[in-house]
């Protein structure tokens, strides 16, 4: 590896994708879409995340637009679980949920939990990182995207639709699709704010 001060082409791209990628609302995505290919790309970047024990403690679901108004029954019924008194437009802004963005993939953290190395916090991070890597290669692509849980993700509606088995958490979606406008860039933290150096003392 060349020192910093040396950094390469390669590594000068990776640093301004990581730097100026964005989140972009499902609102503000259109057709097309990552294809098939590019969707196994995306999947090929997440196995490149880090994963302690070689656990594989995730995996993805995608959710064909052929099938979205199934998905927009699964939030209608969610919904119901969590509000049984929700009104109709609350039911339609809940089903609406299922038909935005031309790719819709869920990522699930599948925990082994009685595993002692790795912990499972190590197997959680791991799929953020994954997560990560799928935002970034989206990115890279031209493509945007935005990961979304919500509270329908929790329900056991959902899970049972979803078909998770008990030690699966269905982290979020990532809505990814073509940005019809330029995404809002978001103020990062200030990086000398994110860092502290350690005295050496203990105590
Ligand atoms: C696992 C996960 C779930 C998220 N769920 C939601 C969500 O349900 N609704 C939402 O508005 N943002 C959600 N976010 C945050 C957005 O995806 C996004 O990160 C945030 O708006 C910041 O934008 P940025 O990616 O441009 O920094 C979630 C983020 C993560 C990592």
């Not at 060349?2 to 301004?16: G, K, Q, R, S, Y």
């Not at 008194?85 to 089903?95: G, K, L, Y």
């Not at 979304?148 to 990532?174: H, N, P």
């Amino acid at each position: 590896m060349e020192p910093a001060e040396h950094i390469n082409e390669t590594e000068t791209t990776v640093l301004e994708a990581i730097l100026s990628r964005h989140s972009v609302s499902p609102k503000r995505v259109v057709s097309p879409g990552p294809t098939p290919a590019q969707i196994m790309q995306l999947m090929a970047a997440a196995a490149a995340a880090p994963d302690h024990g070689k656990l594989q403690p995730w995996r993805f679901i995608e959710f064909p637009e052929t099938n979205r108004t199934a998905l927009a029954d699964v939030f209608a019924a969610a919904l119901h679980e969590r509000l049984p008194n929700a009104d109709n437009e609350a039911v339609t802004r809940a089903r609406e949920k299922a038909s935005r963005a031309p790719v819709l993939l869920g990522l699930v953290l599948r925990l082994h939990r009685h595993v002692d190395v790795p912990h499972v916090d190590d197997q959680m991070v791991s799929g953020g990182a994954a997560l990560q890597n799928v935002l970034l290669a989206v990115h890279a692509m031209g493509f945007g995207a935005r990961a979304l849980s919500g509270q329908a993700v929790r329900t056991q509606s959902f899970r049972a639709a979803l078909k998770l088995a008990d030690d699966e958490i269905f982290l979020c979606f990532i809505a990814i699709g073509t940005p019809t406008s330029a995404p809002k860039s978001r103020l990062r933290a200030k990086p000398e704010t994110l860092l502290t150096r350690w005295d050496g003392t203990s105590g």
